[in-house]
């Protein structure tokens, strides 16, 4: 079987408060609780599609799942820790000056950064890429993976630029991004879907070594299956991180009391087979 990372990602933090609670203030403890039992329920459906399988892995932020990375390195699953601040439109760090004790405190098998980079928004970047490289420098020091997720915001120049060729400038930019032109240590790239023939052309950018998993957006269900189609067959796609298309709309109607955890926790993992079921019968 060929290399496989199949992620459901639950590192939401500021948007899962906003998108389910409702809530876009600093949450208090009984909030905090709340969250923490939706992601718990999250892992639990999580655990009912895994099957112990080596390739399944999850995305999970210390704040609220802390106890479910423990519980994960138990089961030997696989782990992945952000290390970006949530909520905001540059990279700031997680912990600020301690995210290295944070990254260490939990051993994650892939340290994840999500950076919202677009070339042309000079402005902001400097300050950007200097984080992404303090970030950068400590996982090759100490062997952690990095997942890079590239989000490219568009800028009134791009009207009428397709998001591959935006991915594929920022792509060009971050492989290159200090003095002595050194690459960074990406092991995954985390990417929006594109087109079969897109795909080509994205590929060809990123680091020789580094592979890719597509990410859902929290589109629907159609929209992401599009995706998935359009990105099998390429050796160098391994997988996929899809998370609200997974459980939001789930975890609204049981926060809501419309239905019951374990009819919850079912739906989550039914969602989740589904798709790996699609991304395995494509290959």
Same mark, same amino acid.
């Given at each position: 079987?060929?290399?496989?990372?199949?992620?459901?990602?639950?590192?939401?933090?500021?948007?899962?408060?906003?998108?389910?609670?409702?809530?876009?203030?600093?949450?208090?403890?009984?909030?905090?609780?709340?969250?923490?039992?939706?992601? $718990?329920? #999250?892992?639990?459906?999580?655990?009912?599609? !895994?099957?112990? *399988?080596?390739?399944?892995? &999850?995305? =999970?932020?210390?704040?609220?799942?802390?106890?479910?990375?423990?519980?994960?390195?138990k089961r030997k699953i696989i782990t992945c820790l952000p290390v970006e601040k949530s909520g905001e439109k540059l990279l700031k760090l997680n912990y600020s000056k301690k995210f290295e004790e944070h990254i260490d405190k939990f051993n994650p098998d892939f340290v994840k950064i999500l950076i919202r980079y677009n070339p042309l928004n000079k402005k902001d970047n400097q300050k950007q890429l200097k984080v992404l490289s303090q970030i950068d420098a400590f996982c090759q020091k100490r062997k952690y993976k990095v997942i890079l997720e590239l989000l490219v915001p568009p800028t009134k120049e791009e009207l009428n630029i397709k998001n591959y060729? $935006?991915? #594929?400038?920022?792509?060009?930019?971050?492989? !290159?991004?200090? *003095?002595?032109?050194?690459? &960074?240590? =990406?092991?995954?790239?985390?990417?929006?879907?594109?087109?079969?023939?897109?795909?080509?052309?994205?590929?060809?950018?990123?680091?020789?070594?580094?592979?890719?998993?597509?990410?859902?957006?929290?589109?629907?269900?159609?929209?992401?299956?599009?995706?998935?189609?359009?990105?099998?067959?390429?050796?160098?796609?391994?997988?996929?991180?899809?998370?609200?298309?997974?459980?939001?709309?789930?975890l609204k109607k049981y926060f809501s009391k419309k239905i019951s955890r374990e009819v919850a926790v079912k739906s989550i993992s039914k969602n989740f087979k589904e798709f790996i079921d699609l991304w395995r019968k494509g290959e």
């Open positions: 079987m060929k290399q496989e990372l199949l992620i459901l990602p639950f590192d939401h933090r500021s948007s899962f408060l906003k998108d389910i609670l409702g809530i876009t203030t600093k949450p208090n403890k009984e909030q905090i609780d709340e969250v923490k039992e939706l992601k $718990k329920m #999250i892992f639990d459906g999580f655990l009912l599609a !895994a099957d112990k *399988e080596k390739s399944f892995g &999850i995305l =999970v932020d210390e704040e609220y799942g802390e106890d479910i990375l423990r519980e994960a390195k060729e $935006k991915d #594929i400038r920022a792509i060009r930019t971050i492989g !290159a991004i200090n *003095e002595i032109k050194e690459k &960074i240590e =990406v092991s995954i790239w985390k990417l929006e879907g594109f087109e079969k023939d897109q795909w080509k052309e994205v590929i060809k950018e990123t680091n020789k070594n580094s592979k890719i998993i597509f990410l859902g957006r929290g589109e629907d269900k159609k929209k992401v299956t599009k995706w998935m189609k359009a990105a099998s067959g390429h050796k160098e796609i391994i997988g996929f991180a899809i998370g609200r298309t997974i459980f939001l709309e789930t």
